[in-house]
């Protein structure tokens, strides 16, 4: 990382003001202070990038002194000057501009950029006043064709980071790992008050504050979970393409439905703020900026020929589970409801449309609940997981018979939520786990919820033929595509209730083009 110096600073703002106003993007001092001075580094929550495009990316940061991002800052908009290079040593610079961090969005920026190489590393820095971030490195996405395609990319499939629970040493591993892209499928934070008691071996981290509900609460909690030294490193080091689960919000929520079942109204304003904040902390575009309790988040990125990502949001437009919630037997006409709805009809139609018009090779659906149906139950009878897909089955008919229908090129499912890693044939029947496959699924483990976790496999797995691999220890899933095959390992740790450890691949998989098979290798 080559740092800036002062007089390279005043240069660079100069110029990266031209561009600014000719962007449109222009900068009074009426309105911003350009030379703010801080307290200490403003970039405590480093910088990221995300939803690589095959001519750009969005870049992040959020300026804040401290890892909770409270302290006040010495305005309430400052210009802050980014540059991306070629190089690390930006000494080849090609893009340069100024956007402005306003206190009404936490002083957070968002960098779309455009006019990119495809299938190319670039390094990006920012800087507000006379203080310089670290250095991030982002890829483009492939696009078509000589010259910009790929035959061969790797993703991580990430989730589920209960910063109470754990240490991220697995954000360490894929810090270090060489990957084209990381996909985080959901619970970045968790919402529940901090343990009042000292930490302990089976806790060893706490949460700051009661349960979060605000505004402020969701901006807290979101810079607690993003000061982590290693998560910081692994959003330096890869673009991510994130989706939400429930805890980013509340627990088991369903659309306007709270856990506690409170007012709509309430609950409305409470899902507003997290949505706002969540968008504040992540690399996502202006497009997902929220309004008010909402935020269309389903999308799909290309790469190429070869991949097409699409991200589900299974929580925002869902019915309320059935059942009563949890692993239950189905109950019959609530649980069969024709009108019982998964995705909501407009994003279920955007996703099986863009679906069907795919040229990839491989379909990778980012989801964040169980898709395959598993039998929770060891033994006679059958329990099905009433907040996942098998808790929705007319939806889910729906949405396997849309993959069908359409001849959906290799449908790759991969999902975060259940804290452990499944290897699994989609069965099409939701009663029937032996019933033909249509699609395979990686279910990833979580980063660090459920503490350490354990080798045992479940009881359920001889009721589950559909089931080919099933541990509960903490980790990622990391998956390579080419022409002929993807190829999944499941990344395990022995412990995160201590920062030391090392992961080993306890598992890995390959399904062939043109098979919803997986083979063990």
């Not at 499928?185 to 343990?195: R, S, T, V």
């Not at 949460?207 to 807290?220: M, N, Q």
Request: one cysteine or more.
């Amino acid at each position: 990382m080559s740092p800036m110096t002062r007089r390279s600073l005043v240069r660079a703002g100069a110029a990266g003001a031209l561009v600014a106003v000719s962007a449109g993007f222009p900068v009074s001092p009426a309105v911003a202070r350009t030379r703010p001075r801080f307290t200490g580094s403003p970039f405590a929550l480093g910088v990221a990038s995300g939803d690589p495009s095959s001519d750009g990316a969005v870049l992040w940061t959020r300026l804040t002194t401290d890892t909770l991002g409270v302290d006040p800052l010495p305005a309430p908009r400052i210009a802050v000057r980014w540059e991306v290079a070629e190089d690390e040593g930006f000494r080849r610079v090609v893009r340069r501009g100024v956007e402005i961090a306003d206190e009404r969005s936490a002083h957070s920026v968002h960098v779309e950029l455009r006019g990119l190489r495809p299938h190319r590393e670039y390094w990006y820095r920012f800087a507000a006043g006379d203080e310089v971030s670290p250095v991030g490195r982002t890829r483009t996405a492939p696009g078509f064709g000589f010259g910009g395609g790929a035959d061969d990319l790797a993703f991580a499939v990430t989730s589920c980071q209960n910063y109470e629970a754990g240490y991220y040493a697995a954000w360490r591993d894929i810090a270090a790992q060489d990957l084209d892209v990381v996909l985080h499928l959901g619970d970045y934070i968790y919402e529940g008050a901090g343990k009042s008691d000292p930490p302990t071996a089976t806790t060893p981290r706490r949460h700051v504050g009661p349960e979060i509900t605000t505004l402020f609460d969701y901006r807290r909690r979101l810079a607690l979970y993003r000061s982590d030294p290693d998560l910081l490193a692994a959003h330096a080091a890869h673009p991510f393409v994130v989706i939400w689960d429930d805890h980013e919000v509340d627990n088991n929520y369903a659309g306007l439905i709270s856990q506690d079942d409170d007012p709509v109204a309430v609950f409305s304003a409470r899902r507003a703020a997290a949505y706002q904040a969540y968008y504040e902390h992540m690399p996502l575009r202006r497009a997902q900026v929220n309004r008010g309790p909402n935020l269309q988040l389903d999308r799909t990125l290309q790469y190429g020929d070869l991949a097409q990502f699409t991200m589900l949001d299974t929580r925002q437009y869902r019915a309320n589970q059935a059942c009563g919630d949890g692993n239950k037997e189905p109950c019959g006409a609530e649980w069969e409801d024709p009108s019982r709805t998964f995705l909501g009809d407009e994003q279920e139609r955007r996703v099986l449309r863009s679906l069907g018009r795919s040229r990839a090779r491989w379909n990778v659906i980012g989801n964040q609940i169980p898709l395959t149906a598993i039998d929770q139950q060891a033994g006679p009878g059958q329990k099905l997981y009433m907040d996942g897909w098998a808790g929705y089955p007319v939806a889910r008919d729906r949405f396997l018979q849309g993959l069908e229908d359409r001849k959906v090129r290799n449908p790759l499912v991969v999902t975060g939520d259940v804290h452990a890693s499944w290897a699994c044939e989609v069965n099409r029947d939701v009663r029937d786990p032996a019933s033909r496959a249509t699609a395979v699924e990686l279910i990833g483990t979580s980063i660090s919820s459920g503490g350490d976790g354990t080798d045992v496999p479940s009881a359920v797995l001889p009721d589950n033929p559909q089931v080919k691999f099933q541990r509960s220890r903490r980790g990622w899933v990391k998956v390579a595509l080419d022409r002929r095959e993807a190829r999944a390992e499941f990344r395990h740790l022995p412990y995160v209730t201590r920062p030391d450890a090392t992961p080993k691949v306890d598992a890995a998989f390959t399904v062939q083009d043109g098979t919803p098979k997986l083979q063990r290798v």
